[in-house]
């Protein structure tokens, strides 16, 4: 067995390392012969957090076959060592090797099914029941039914849990640690990662987990590290290394450890560790060279000093292993498996399941905002109250026929005096003041009949309009009562000039039909984000994300599996849209529907995949919440889907262009008012730039996830 007493400084007593000198001797027998005998090899390892020191320059090694205890006081940098030694963490400096190579190195099964790893955060999908939880990891793992069916009911009695559809939800906090715990043993994995994996378990179920350890173990074939705040029950440890201010301060069997420091008890033993290490910290402290050391670092400033000590077993200076992988297997390590996909897709599917009513909301959302959207915006304005002062005293007067032509749902007309009906647009009460001249009939008809008439007669003959312009709609139809009492003799009043019958779209298109393309995209896009914003987030902050990768899911398989499951979400979603604004509304679409639901389908995709951008790259949903956010009202307006493009000044307008859905809007209103196809410049490029933006999105989510994973 190996024993490291690590980095004592130059100026330790020299009878400290006598002692440890014969120690050593007592332990050499035991120590492993080769690389091959060693399950987890740590060699200078050092970590940061930005700027605070975590681990320095720290060397462990978990003999294969044994039980390695990881004791140390909270804070002191075990969980942080054990990310580095699962690959989810990268280490600063140094090197680790876990079952004979670094992990994650390409065609090496850790992260993957060779490794069991119970993070210290919960790590479980609350809407998954027991059952669930175990078969999900069963399929990552590769086990069939049968063998999950075997290890789940093993498990369960073994560990002592409720039935098997139990919702981890519902799961005290100590049943929730044991699911966990399961699902690290659940593949009979070579090597144990446990990161207090006793916290909140009754003292006869923690004797039984490390009995079960022990057992394990046995075999030569199982290793396992974990982490415990009961330092006690490490006793039961083949090996117990005693961390402090992220570095070891020794590692050897437990009872070697107590005998060198004549301790009864292993606390006691790293209680006078610490002391000493203190002692050693405060002498060189005094030294003219030494400077404030209250952590980690005074340690290890003097790594050359501890060497002849750390000599002891493979050593820091030794030279590390170069480790190679050709080209197919580093291919087949970055191509992504689809039964992890599988397995990622049927898990968000079940939650979707455990959610009906979330689910459903998910659904109905486009539908209610687009119809709100066909209901609310570009319509006739109804009941609004409209003053008119009528002076025209003619017995047939024309003013009154005027004001029949106004729609009487729309216009409520109050007749005022002049005075009044100022007043009340002054005072709010009314949109606007309507008003008619005293021979308003007589100077209109000169108006219509006579070639020039002068310009009083103009004036009297005109109807008068003050309107409150903040909130100002034209209510008015002249036109149609110059038809009505001039007939086929109309077209002389009529303006000089024309609108024919238009080449596309009709006379009647409304604000609404020029709006809905735009809006169906943007709505699609806006949902896919929210929908996949929080995803990672959330699964990040659980320690869920960590878990997968550990067992050996890929940020690319993370990526295809939410993109594949929301691809789903958003057909339903684009399918009732559909139905709603063809059907319901009768928005036209003159074009292949086919093209309109790829080029929506797509549209979500940049929507899904931008929301995965945000959920790899933010660590907080708050943040998150507020990315998605804050890009929803400058993308809207300048993607030219409330107001034309052409409108924008330069250079904003080059922005707008450059946005995912400006091109795409343009394109979805040329296929369905103008049933243009792809073979158009304008719609190829609104599919062209919608593919762009996917495929820019995914990779940045992808390396994004990598980085930070
Ligand atoms: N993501 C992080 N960002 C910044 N600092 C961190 C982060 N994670 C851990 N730390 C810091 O690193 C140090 C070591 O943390 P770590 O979780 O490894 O300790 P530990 O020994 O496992 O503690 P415990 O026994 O309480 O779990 C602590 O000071 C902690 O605040």
Redesign the pocket.
């Known amino acids: 067995m190996i024993f490291l007493h690590s980095r004592p400084a130059k100026d330790a007593s020299t009878a400290q390392i006598q002692k440890e000198g014969n120690m050593k001797a007592d332990l050499e027998a035991s120590l492993p012969a080769g690389q091959e005998d060693i399950a987890i090899q740590c060699r200078d390892v050092c970590r940061s957090?930005g700027k605070?020191k975590?681990l320095s320059n720290l060397n462990l090694t978990v003999p294969q076959g044994h039980i390695y205890g990881l004791l140390?006081p909270?804070?002191?940098?075990?969980?942080?060592l054990l990310k580095c030694i699962v690959g989810t963490l990268k280490i600063s400096r140094g090197h680790i090797a876990v079952l004979g190579k670094p992990p994650a190195f390409p065609g090496h099964d850790v992260p993957g099914k060779m490794v069991g790893y119970m993070p210290?955060e919960l790590a479980l999908y609350r809407e998954f029941t027991i059952g669930n939880t175990l078969t999900f990891f069963g399929r990552i793992h590769g086990l069939t039914s049968k063998e999950t069916k075997t290890r789940m009911d093993f498990l369960i009695d073994f560990l002592d849990l409720p039935q098997r559809d139990s919702l981890v939800r519902n799961l005290s906090g100590g049943q929730r640690r044991r699911v966990s715990l399961g699902a690290a043993l659940l593949q009979n994995p070579q090597l144990l990662i446990l990161d207090e994996p006793t916290v909140g378990v009754d003292p006869v179920l923690r004797s039984k987990i490390w009995q079960h350890l022990v057992q394990i173990v046995k075999t030569g074939k199982v290793s396992v590290i974990i982490t415990t705040?009961y330092i006690e029950e490490a006793r039961q440890a083949n090996v117990v290394g005693l961390m402090r201010n992220g570095c070891l301060l020794a590692e050897g069997p437990p009872d070697a450890l107590m005998k060198q420091h004549n301790a009864t008890t292993l606390e006691h033993a790293f209680l006078q560790l610490c002391e000493t290490s203190d002692q050693i910290v405060s002498k060189r402290g005094s030294s003219p060279q030494g400077g404030a050391l209250e952590n980690s670092q005074s340690f290890e400033s003097g790594r050359d000093e501890s060497q002849p000590i750390l000599t002891v077993g493979p050593g820091a200076a030794e030279e590390v292993p170069k480790y190679s992988a050709d080209w197919k297997v580093r291919a087949r390590h970055v191509l992504p498996k689809w039964r992890n996909i599988a397995a990622l897709m049927i898990k968000t599917m079940v939650r979707m399941k455990r959610m009906p009513g979330s689910l459903c909301f998910q659904f109905l959302l486009p539908v209610i905002q687009v119809s709100l959207i066909c209901l609310c915006i570009g319509g006739d304005p109804k009941g609004i109250q409209v003053a008119v002062v009528n002076n025209d005293t003619a017995p047939s007067a024309y003013s009154h026929l005027l004001l029949s032509f106004l729609d009487n749902s729309s216009v409520h007309q109050v007749p005022l005096s002049h005075t009044e009906a100022l007043d009340g647009i002054y005072n709010g009460e009314y949109w606007g003041v309507i008003g008619f001249g005293k021979n308003f009939t007589s100077y209109l008809t000169k108006r219509m009949l006579q070639r020039q008439v002068s310009r009083e007669v103009v004036d009297g003959g005109s109807v008068h309009v003050w309107l409150d312009l903040t909130n100002c709609h034209s209510v008015l139809s002249s036109q149609a009562f110059v038809e009505n009492k001039l007939g086929s003799m109309a077209y002389l009043v009529a303006l000089p000039i024309k609108f024919e019958e238009p080449i596309y779209g009709s006379q009647d298109t409304d604000f609404t039909t020029f709006v809905t393309p735009g809006a169906v995209l943007s709505i699609t896009f806006y949902l896919a984000v929210g929908l996949t914003a929080l995803s990672f987030v959330l699964e990040r902050k659980e320690g869920l994300l960590d878990r997968c990768w550990v067992a050996g899911v890929s940020s690319l398989e993370t990526m295809l599996a939410h993109l594949f499951s929301q691809l789903f979400v958003i057909s339903v979603q684009i399918l009732l849209l559909l139905l709603f604004i063809l059907l319901v509304f009768k928005i036209p679409n003159e074009g292949s529907l086919a093209l309109v639901i790829v080029l929506i389908v797509l549209q979500g995709i940049t929507g899904i995949s931008f929301g995965l951008v945000i959920s790899a790259a933010i660590d907080d949903e708050q943040n998150a919440n507020q990315a998605a956010l804050g890009i929803f009202y400058p993308n809207l307006i300048l993607s030219g889907i409330i107001w034309p493009v052409e409108c924008i000044p330069y250079p904003l307008r080059y922005v707008s262009l450059a946005l995912p859905q400006t091109y795409a809007s343009e394109a979805l209103r040329c296929i369905m008012y103008r049933g243009w196809g792809l073979s158009r410049m304008i719609v190829w490029r609104g599919f062209a730039v919608t593919l762009g933006w996917n495929t820019f999105f995914i990779i940045l989510a992808t390396v994004i996830l990598k980085l930070r994973t």
């Not at 909270?74 to 942080?80: A, E, Q, R």
């Open positions: 957090y605070l975590v140390g909270s804070g002191c940098g075990k969980t942080t210290q705040h």
